[in-house]
């Protein structure tokens, strides 16, 4: 019953910046920790970020430490990713993703959004 939607993906040179969105709807939303997880082709889905459901705890995966913020606003029922310092190899599908329990590991998240697009690229 919890639906997902991402936005913000694109096309961005090395070193620059993007904010993803993802909004949440269908579900109690501050009950919910929310993660991203990305998926290059022929790779499989890596955790990037995970915020607990009062904003209060986050992790991020070690390739994005010092260059990626996870951050979340429970009015706004919207789950932010602000990538800066981006790389070519940060290039992947972003997928936004829900769980009712603070996880590390992909396998616990039932609810997953489409997928957007980033491209780092010169």
């Known amino acids: 019953q919890v639906q997902l939607v991402e936005s913000g993906g694109g096309l961005v040179q090395p070193g620059g910046s993007l904010r993803l969105s993802c909004a949440a709807s269908?579900?109690?939303?501050?009950?919910?920790?929310m993660a991203w997880f990305r998926q290059a082709p022929g790779k499989e889905r890596e955790l990037v970020a995970v915020?607990?459901?009062?904003?209060?705890?986050?992790s991020l995966g070690d390739s994005v430490k010092g260059r990626f913020a996870i951050s979340r606003d429970n009015a706004k029922s919207t789950v932010y990713l602000q990538m800066n310092t981006l790389k070519p190899e940060d290039t992947a599908v972003y997928y936004c993703?829900?769980?009712?329990?603070?996880?590390?590991?992909?396998?616990?998240?039932?609810?997953w959004g489409q997928g957007t697009q980033v491209t780092v690229s010169s």
């Open positions: 269908g579900g109690t939303f501050n009950n919910y920790a």
């Open positions: 993703a829900a769980s009712t329990y603070y996880s590390l590991q992909r396998l616990q998240y039932p609810y």
């Open positions: 915020v607990s459901g009062s904003g209060g705890i986050t």
